[in-house]
């Protein structure tokens, strides 16, 4: 597609469009959690899953996505992908149990997997021009992280007038938009000389994914458990075998060389940190909001729009800061600004002034927008043409993977906080005791019945322990992103670095 070509900003729409979409499902069921709990009644385990499963799955197939786009076609695999994903959501919004609900996110993942990609992917060859790259890259940016952080506004509008299944049933318009304007303008591309598909990398790149964060997520919530450990185990060998592999094969899943790139590898840690606050951020912040605040789902989406809209402005302008200041420092930055909002949030969570969390939430929003915006923009810079849609998938894995992790991790330790610091009134009844030990969403459950005085202490002491065990976890997380926030200046370029230079081309 030329660079005058008028079908590259309808093109460009399409792709927005399906990242936006994408991210809005990675965060939209912060505020659907408590619904979902009434309704399906989920184990405390299967909530994290249901938050989770599909990050997971997108995460551990991203690579082989990306692989299969760079041989059948990144528009084919894209409209493919987007047409299983809306199809998918519908037996999704009418499950009817828990497990049923983690099975069809799970399948999400899967199709999901193959849209992020190639999206990214397909903007090398739309946009020719390095400066409309940019512009282009920041406004897919800035739909990815509108979409993450308007996640909970998203719900909230829907699960004011409608069930819990809507925030499922909405993808399908969505994506037939998708469709539509995306068969006639996008321009097909793919590696001219990919190779054959090696299936043992394929296998290992799950095994080693999926393995090592699922047994992180059930190590921090049960302990040093055996089978846990062993599947920890067989993640790392299998992630280690896959790289040695990747090494030796003439037309390797992810080229992993590119990890001696300073700039990619930076990159990727940012793209992955970004997310990871911003995902964790919402996800728990939407529960306090509603579990503590006692805020509707609409009046909780709300009080977060200020990280969606910073979001919005800082990923359009990502691209004039970076030409000013260079990569590093405003990657650096904008994972600074995420540490600074988070830690901000655990100082105000007692607060009944609204502007005191309207800052910290601005923050993290446009923070999240500077790094991934420019973390994006610069995996393009350093990869191969040819292989645009494996070096995409390699920074979306790290965005699928801080998302998963931000749930996983900051929420094993919201659930171990708040189980250890929960002060249970004396009397309670053991089938309420268990209940409330679980998360906050069964206590308010299983009182239902409870005299008047039970009732009060029992929520004076869930709001205490919820409280307590949110501050903990956003300060872990503020802690995260300001060390991450050194790593980038470290190993992105500052301004007099192009991107020849940064790669050693």
């Given at each position: 597609?030329?660079?005058k070509?008028?079908?590259r900003?309808?093109?460009?729409?399409?792709?927005?469009l399906?990242?936006?979409?994408?991210a809005?499902?990675?965060t939209v069921l912060?505020?659907?959690?408590?619904?979902?709990v009434k309704?399906?009644?989920?184990?405390?385990?299967?909530?994290?899953?249901?938050?989770?499963i599909?990050?997971f799955v997108?995460?551990?197939?991203?690579?082989?996505?990306?692989n299969?786009g760079d041989?059948?076609?990144?528009?084919?695999l894209?409209?493919?992908g987007?047409?299983a994903f809306a199809?998918?959501s519908?037996p999704?919004?009418?499950?009817?149990s828990a497990?049923?609900?983690?099975?069809?996110r799970a399948?999400?993942?899967?199709?999901g997997?193959t849209l992020m990609?190639s999206?990214?992917?397909?903007?090398?060859s739309?946009?020719?021009?390095?400066?409309?790259?940019?512009?282009?890259?920041g406004v897919?940016?800035?739909?990815?992280?509108?979409?993450?952080?308007?996640?909970?506004?998203?719900g909230?509008i829907?699960?004011?007038h409608?069930?819990?299944?809507?925030?499922?049933?909405?993808?399908?318009p969505?994506?037939a938009?998708?469709?539509?304007?995306?068969?006639?303008?996008?321009h097909e591309?793919?590696?001219?000389?990919?190779?054959?598909?090696?299936v043992?990398?394929v296998?290992?790149s799950l095994?080693?994914?999926?393995?090592?964060?699922?047994?992180?997520?059930?190590?921090?919530i049960e302990?040093?458990?055996t089978?846990?450990?062993v599947?920890?185990v067989m993640g790392?060998?299998?992630?280690?075998?896959?790289?040695r592999?990747?090494l030796?094969?003439?037309?390797?899943?992810?080229?992993?060389?590119?990890?001696r790139?300073?700039p990619?590898?930076?990159?990727?840690?940012a793209?992955?940190?970004?997310?990871?606050?911003?995902?964790?951020s919402?996800?728990f912040f939407?529960q306090?909001?509603?579990?503590?605040?006692?805020l509707e789902?609409?009046q909780?989406g709300?009080?977060?729009?200020?990280a969606?809209?910073a979001?919005?402005v800082?990923?359009?302008?990502?691209g004039?800061?970076?030409?000013?200041?260079?990569?590093g420092?405003?990657?650096?930055?904008?994972l600074l600004?995420?540490?600074?909002?988070?830690a901000?949030i655990?100082l105000?969570?007692d607060?009944?002034?609204?502007?005191?969390?309207a800052?910290?939430?601005?923050?993290?929003?446009a923070g999240?927008g500077?790094?991934?915006?420019?973390?994006?923009?610069t995996v393009?810079?350093?990869?191969?043409?040819?292989?645009?849609?494996?070096?995409?998938?390699?920074s979306?894995?790290?965005y699928?993977?801080?998302?998963?992790l931000?749930?996983?991790?900051?929420?094993s330790i919201?659930t171990?906080?708040y189980?250890?610091?929960?002060?249970l009134?004396?009397?309670?009844?053991?089938?309420v005791?268990r209940?409330?030990?679980?998360?906050p969403?069964?206590?308010?459950?299983?009182m239902?019945?409870?005299?008047?005085?039970?009732?009060?202490?029992?929520?004076?002491?869930?709001?205490?322990?919820?409280?307590?065990?949110?501050q903990?976890t956003?300060?872990?997380?503020a802690?995260?992103?300001?060390?991450?926030?050194?790593?980038?200046?470290r190993?992105l370029?500052?301004k007099n670095?192009a991107v020849n230079?940064m790669?050693?081309?």
């Open positions: 597609m030329t660079s070509d008028p079908r900003w309808w093109a460009l729409t399409a792709m927005s399906a990242v936006f979409l994408v809005v499902d990675g912060s505020l659907a959690t408590p619904s979902i309704d399906l009644q989920p184990t405390a385990s299967q909530v994290l899953w249901i938050g989770d599909y990050s997108l995460a551990g197939l991203l690579i082989t996505m990306g299969l041989r059948v076609g990144r528009k084919r894209l409209l493919i987007g047409t199809l998918i519908i999704a919004a009418y499950s009817t497990e049923q609900l983690i099975a069809f399948l999400m993942g899967v199709a997997a990609p999206t990214l992917a397909l903007m090398r739309t946009f020719s021009d390095p400066v409309e790259r940019s512009f282009a890259i897919w940016s800035a739909m990815g992280a509108a979409g993450a952080a308007a996640g909970p506004l998203f909230g829907l699960l004011q409608f069930w819990w299944g809507s925030v499922f049933l909405v993808n399908v969505i994506m938009l998708v469709f539509l304007i995306g068969m006639p303008s996008l591309s793919c590696d001219p000389n990919p190779g054959t598909l090696d043992l990398s296998g290992l095994v080693g994914i999926i393995g090592v964060v699922y047994a992180v997520k059930e190590l921090a302990g040093m458990a089978q846990y450990v599947v920890g790392v060998i299998a992630a280690t075998w896959f790289v592999r990747q030796v094969l003439d037309h390797p899943l992810v080229d992993v060389r590119l990890f790139s300073g990619f590898s930076g990159a990727v840690l793209t992955m940190l970004a997310v990871f606050g911003l995902a964790g919402v996800f939407s306090y909001l509603q579990f503590i605040k006692g789902p609409l909780a709300l009080f977060q729009l200020p969606t809209v979001a919005l800082a990923a359009l302008v990502a004039n800061m970076m030409r000013r200041l260079g990569r420092p405003v990657v650096a930055g904008g600004a995420i540490g600074v909002g988070m901000g655990a105000v969570l607060s009944t002034v609204y502007l005191a969390f800052i910290p939430l601005f923050l993290i929003g999240d500077l790094a991934l915006t420019i973390a994006s923009d393009l810079a350093v990869a191969p043409k040819d292989r645009a849609g494996a070096a995409s998938a390699v979306e894995t790290g699928e993977l801080g998302t998963a931000g749930i996983a991790l900051l929420g919201l171990a906080v189980q250890a610091t929960l002060r009134p004396d009397g309670l009844p053991a089938e005791a209940a409330a030990e679980q998360s969403g069964e206590a308010f459950e299983a239902a019945g409870l005299p008047p005085a039970f009732a009060t202490s029992l929520t004076d002491a869930v709001h205490v322990a919820f409280t307590d065990a949110l903990m956003t300060w872990a997380g802690a995260v992103l300001i060390l991450g926030a050194g790593a980038a200046w190993l370029p500052g670095a230079e790669v050693g081309h």
